[in-house]
């Protein structure tokens, strides 16, 4: 039986528990991560002998009176996270369980989550995955020709690689170049990444990287990772217009995949539906995995 529970009545040290032996766990669902994007989120369960078996968030809002679910910034899937494998009912069941109070939804769900995408309201987006569990020379022979260029003109500008960076100077980048046409994200949304990145620094989750040149100490380009679940997932990134005349990201993709290559990891590359985006990441080999939306106003079409 799936239960409804409102923020203040989800026990989350089961929560968390069912996150980190979930078939489908991600960084996403950790309380602590959707603390920090999502305050009084609240949750679907399914519950048994005093454990958590499966769980999905609700992230839900209010305005003018009307209550409503929506994706937080920072969160590409959500969904049902299960200590079993989900099924295509499972993700039935609990679609239909969300509270009728919600009039609309707007939702992503996991890849991992099966659903019939000729249900009413489904849709599906990409994202892409690399194996690093493989050589680099394997890794690195699977670049297409046009990153492979990219890498080689990069090497013509000295570039180093330097861990520890602070993400603040990443968000300046970022809102100084492609930040200036996201018009939904201010202060506020700014300052919910800073201390997102914070608190998964703080346990070990995350790492920051940059780029800079041999005779400036200031960054180029920079990148907040994430590690959960045996994934590496590149969550946000900052560019600047010299790290794009340079081939910076291109470098500083390279030297994760080859820091990181050989282990049990997968490089989540967080996208993407811009087709833009999609030929970067395919270029270092990513291979598109797609994931389920789900969208209804006023009446759920799956009761």
């Not at 679910?69 to 969904?79: K, T």
Request: neutral net charge.
């Amino acid at each position: 039986m799936i239960t409804y529970l409102t923020h203040e009545k989800i026990d989350k040290v089961l929560w968390d528990d069912c996150v980190a032996h979930a078939s489908n766990g991600i960084v996403y669902a950790w309380s602590w991560y959707l603390d920090v994007v999502h305050p009084g989120w609240e949750a679907l369960v399914e519950m048994k002998d005093g454990k958590y078996l499966s769980i999905m968030p609700l992230t839900c809002k209010k305005k003018y009176g009307i209550s409503y679910l929506c994706q937080p910034f920072f969160v590409q899937q959500l969904g049902v996270f299960s200590l079993a494998d989900v099924t295509p009912e499972t993700t039935k069941t609990f679609l239909q369980a969300i509270p009728k109070k919600y009039r609309l939804v707007e939702i992503r769900l996991n890849e991992n989550n099966p659903i019939d995408n000729t249900w009413p309201g489904v849709d599906l987006h990409r994202n892409h995955l690399l194996d690093l569990n493989q050589d680099y020379n394997i890794l690195s022979s699977n670049y297409h020709d046009n990153t492979k260029r990219n890498l080689k003109k990069s090497l013509n500008y000295d570039l180093q690689l330097v861990e520890e960076v602070s993400i603040h100077k990443v968000i300046e980048l970022f809102r100084n170049d492609r930040g200036a046409s996201v018009k939904h994200w201010g202060d506020v949304e700014y300052a919910r990444l800073e201390h997102l990145t914070t608190t998964a620094l703080s346990s070990s989750k995350a790492f920051v990287y940059g780029i800079k040149t041999i005779d400036n100490d200031d960054i180029i380009c920079g990148v907040l990772f994430v590690l959960s679940h045996q994934r590496l997932t590149f969550l946000f990134s900052g560019n600047s217009k010299k790290g794009k005349e340079v081939q910076a990201m291109s470098f500083l993709m390279d030297q994760v995949i080859r820091k990181f290559a050989g282990q049990s990891l997968t490089f989540d590359f967080e996208g993407s539906d811009d087709d833009n985006l999609a030929r970067f990441y395919q270029g270092f080999g990513g291979a598109p995995v797609f994931y389920p939306s789900f969208t209804y106003r006023l009446k759920n079409p799956l009761r």
